[in-house]
């Protein structure tokens, strides 16, 4: 039991800015031990999202401000690290040449023109359909918890595409550590309306960036694991909305 709480809280480390080292506990040996965390990190930083959106609701915000304000509460919550990859993948393989190229291109923390298409199209999305439910509530938590789902999906069946970088410090996962997760995942998404929906579309986004960054620079990075979270849940509020 200790173990797995070591596992989530590394997981939360990696996934998130919450301020869990504070609980000074041991880290395990290996973060690849930890990836059966991420659907529930995911669902936590969901859950945080739901929690502010229900203060807006309480304080009487119209639903559009309301949306903005959970979205930046988990953003903040992130540290907008998904939102730093998908903003890099959109600049490296919509302005590289080459494979070489997208890769220097990804590793600059200057935003070009394609990442902030992508990073306000998706924010835009997010909000939007955040704003035209009555109770985001279960679509908050279990599109945080799909699209970590369809990040780790991505990350056990592509190779890294560096020889170094945190992607790279993740491979050869274990087996039951991935099986944990894709099945939290999966249950987690029960409780939407439409579960198998959810999960074809997740399904579709992982694998279809798993193509396409194959083809692009030859493996995963983790922009492109951070790209993949975002582009999955873009897809779930798709359905909600």
């Known amino acids: 039991m200790m173990e797995a709480l070591r596992q989530f ?12 080292w504070r609980l000074k506990l041991a880290m395990p040996r290996s973060q690849t031990a930890s990836v059966w965390a991420y659907p529930v990190v995911g669902a936590l930083v969901g859950l945080i999202g739901a929690g502010v959106w229900a203060l807006c609701h309480v304080a009487g915000l119209h639903a559009w401000p309301s949306a903005v304000i959970t979205l930046v509460a988990q953003l903040l919550t992130t540290g907008a690290l998904h939102e730093d990859g998908l903003a890099d993948l959109a600049d490296g393989f919509g302005g ?5 190229r997208k890769l220097e291109i990804m590793r600059d923390s200057n935003i070009g023109s394609y990442g902030a298409l992508a990073l306000t199209l998706s924010s835009l999305l997010r909000i939007s359909a955040i704003a035209g439910l009555a109770d985001p509530t279960l679509w908050l938590i279990a599109a945080g918890a799909l699209s970590r789902t369809a990040m780790l999906a991505l990350l056990a069946t592509t ?5 170094d970088g945190i992607a790279a410090t993740l491979r050869d996962l274990p087996k039951p ?12 998404a029960s409780t939407l309306p ?4 959810a999960i074809a579309f997740c399904g579709t986004v992982s694998f279809a960036l798993r193509w396409l960054t194959l083809r692009q620079i ?11 979270a975002v582009l999955a849940e873009c897809a779930i509020w798709s359905i909600a909305a």
């Open 194 to 197: 439409y579960p198998m929906l």
């Open 9 to 20: 809280i590394a997981a939360c480390m990696l996934l998130t800015r919450l301020p869990v």
């Open 218 to 228: 030859d493996g995963q990075t983790g922009d492109v694991l951070g790209a993949c």
């Open 177 to 188: 550590s991935v099986l944990i997760g894709l099945a939290l995942g999966l249950a987690l």
């Open 159 to 163: 190779k890294p595409a560096r020889r």
């Open 96 to 100: 590289g040449r080459d494979r070489q």
